[in-house]
């Protein structure tokens, strides 16, 4: 069964400096996104994708977050420099098509620790 | 604006009992609401959908939901705990704005654990 990857399992980097995440999403599916999780908090949306395009985003993310798709199978998310509260789980998705009720398809996560 | 509430952080209970995870939400338009379950290192993974057919739902292995609009709630049951289902589980909502959000709005979890 197709499904989403996402790599690193677990990223350590220092306050101040750039870190990028990585995605696969499943082959077909044209709608992506980001969520986050801080510990102990829910899970958050920060950016949806469609067209290499932003389709829509939260206030969380801004100008410090920005997300590519560099080519056909792979959509990252970048944090040009981290701060200690963007320590949290981060989780990649990708949609078939961007309908009401349509199912998200989530990856394992990457669990991003700034010290 | 949307969002949900999970009513219990952590429910436990004894292998072949039932299950009830309770959720309610709040939205200003017909909702989309999901259960997602999630097992220890894996991704978020599809349990069930409530998309405005009909009201009682039915998922993969053995979970329901049953949407109540008067009551806004959207609670997940089983009827036999396997001790396969501990994990978390997060209710989620998704409105039907129009405006061409359809981001999802998570619960805080509610995390099972199942007792031999």
């Known amino acids: 069964e197709p499904e989403v990857t996402q790599t690193p399992s677990h990223q350590v980097t220092q306050m101040g400096q750039e870190v990028i995440l990585r995605c696969v999403p499943i082959?077909?599916?044209?709608?992506f996104y980001w969520y986050r999780q801080i510990l102990g908090q829910k899970v958050e949306f920060l950016v949806s994708?469609?067209?290499?395009?932003?389709?829509?985003k939260s206030e969380i993310f801004d100008d410090q977050f920005s997300v590519e798709r560099p080519d056909g199978s792979n959509f990252t998310l970048k944090i040009r420099s981290t701060k200690l509260e963007d320590s949290a789980m981060y989780f990649c998705?990708?949609?078939?098509?961007?309908?009401?009720?349509?199912?998200?398809?989530f990856g394992p996560g990457t669990r991003l620790t700034v010290l | 604006a949307q969002s949900v509430t999970q009513l219990d952080s952590h429910v436990s209970v004894s292998e072949g009992t039932p299950v009830l995870l309770r959720c309610n939400y709040s939205?200003?338009?017909?909702?989309?609401l999901f259960w997602y379950v999630q097992h220890p290192n894996k991704g978020l993974q599809l349990l069930l959908k409530?998309?405005?057919?009909?009201?009682l739902v039915k998922g993969i292995n053995g979970f329901e939901a049953e949407f109540k609009k008067s009551e806004t709630s959207f609670h997940l049951t089983k009827p036999s705990a396997h001790m396969s289902d501990a994990a978390e589980y997060f209710c989620?909502?998704?409105?039907?704005?129009?405006?061409?959000?359809?981001?999802?709005?998570f619960g805080k979890g509610t995390k099972l654990s199942v007792i031999p």
């Open positions: 082959s077909n599916h044209l709608y």
């Open positions: 994708f469609y067209n290499n395009e932003i389709s829509e």
């Open positions: 998705a990708s949609s078939q098509r961007e309908a009401w009720g349509n199912e998200q398809f």
């Open positions: 989620v909502v998704s409105d039907n704005s129009g405006a061409g959000s359809y981001q999802l709005t």
């Open positions: 939205s200003s338009y017909s909702p989309s």
């Open positions: 409530y998309t405005s057919a009909a009201t």
